[in-house]
């Protein structure tokens, strides 16, 4: 046992409390976003507006980065250095790529001139529905996937040198 596992169950909690409130948030925001029409009035607008960039830049995004650092510090106290984990990464980094967008949509409906409208909801929201129920799955069942299939090359070491000269001090 080591002395850093009863940060574990803490770690943990965090990172499950993080990653509700980001995927909430990536469920919210094209449904927010889809709201940003002109045809509901100046007031209700503005509301609209301020509340999906207040709600992307302080909370969604925050939990995001949270979410990753402790699922980051996780992978070390557990040790887990194993294919499910990866295979969950690859779902996360689509998670985040999501993320993205939905902000690059942000700016581009609120911020830019021009008309710009939102895109529908519906078929993003099943998009995002993709990678949050790989990594449930993935994280809840940790499926033995057993290795990733590598090279030779690539998984013992060679002896050779650097192609090029490292900087010493
Ligand atoms: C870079 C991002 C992430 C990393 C590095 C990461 C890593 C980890 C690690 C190492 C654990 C502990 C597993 C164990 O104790 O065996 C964990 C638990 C968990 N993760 Fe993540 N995670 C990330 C993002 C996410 C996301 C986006 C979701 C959900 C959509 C998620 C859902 C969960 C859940 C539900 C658990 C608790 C499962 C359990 O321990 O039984 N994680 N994560």
């Not at 925001?29 to 007031?43: K, N, T």
């Not at 995002?128 to 013992?156: E, H, S």
């Amino acid at each position: 046992m080591s002395m850093l596992d009863p940060i574990i169950p803490h770690m943990k909690s965090l990172h499950v409390a993080m990653l509700l409130i980001w995927c909430a948030g990536l469920f919210a925001l094209p449904l927010m976003l889809a709201r940003h029409d002109p045809a509901i009035g100046q007031a209700d607008y503005a509301r609209i507006r301020r509340a999906t960039h207040y709600a992307y830049a302080f909370f969604i995004t925050p939990a995001a980065v949270i979410a990753i650092a402790s699922g980051t510090g996780l992978i070390f106290l557990r040790g887990v250095f194993v294919t499910w984990l990866f295979a969950k990464l690859v779902f996360v980094a689509a998670l985040v790529g999501f993320h993205v967008w939905i902000g690059y949509v942000l700016v581009d409906v609120a911020e830019r001139e021009g008309i710009h409208k939102a895109p529908r909801p519906f078929l993003p929201l099943l998009v995002l529905l993709l990678p949050v129920t790989c990594i449930l799955i993935l994280v809840l069942a940790k499926p033995d996937l057993g290795q990733i299939p590598l090279p030779g090359w690539l998984q013992q070491p060679l002896g050779n040198q650097l192609p090029f000269d490292v900087p010493k001090r």
